[in-house]
């Protein structure tokens, strides 16, 4: 099983198809347990959907799959912190874990912004794992961004 992708690798296989299709480079990854659950990239600009983010199709996908509207003692990989509209599905779909990889300092609601999580009015609080593989994360999105504006 040594070749079997992390979860993590394999979102940021799935962020670096976005970019080669011109979507910003996000990938996310839903597992149950070892079992990789669900998996999307951003599609925003293909389904012409501002919520098809990354994180909202994995977690729509997951949710289909187990068909019970919950992904209690699930975890959520993906390659940029959440937003605060993402941040509020992993709420309300109860992910345990959620890792994400590079922060996102201007619309970031997890460690930056809005720090949804840390809300009283939120009533699910997954733990968070922050900065897993950011290093090359970031270094997609840099490049993807410069190359817009090139």
């Given at each position: 099983m040594t070749d079997a992708l992390s979860p993590m690798d394999l979102a940021l296989s799935l962020a670096r198809e976005a970019a080669e299709?011109?979507?910003a480079p996000v990938g996310a990854v839903v597992m149950e347990g070892a079992r990789v659950l669900?998996?999307?990239?951003?599609?925003?600009q293909?389904?012409?959907?501002p919520t098809a983010h990354a994180e909202m199709l994995a977690i729509r996908e997951a949710l289909s799959i187990r068909g019970t509207g919950r992904l209690d003692g699930c975890d959520l990989y993906v390659t940029l912190e959440p937003c605060a509209m993402c941040a509020g599905a992993i709420a309300h779909a109860?992910?345990?874990?959620?890792?994400?990889?590079?922060?996102?300092t201007k619309a970031g609601a997890v460690e930056n912004g809005v720090r949804l999580f840390e809300q009283p009015t939120c009533h699910h609080r997954p733990e968070i794992i922050g900065g897993v593989s950011a290093s090359r994360a970031e270094a997609m999105l840099v490049d993807f961004f410069r190359k817009l504006r090139e």
């Open positions: 299709l011109g979507e669900a998996a999307s990239r951003n599609r925003m293909a389904l012409c959907d109860r992910l345990r874990r959620v890792y994400f990889a590079a922060e996102d």
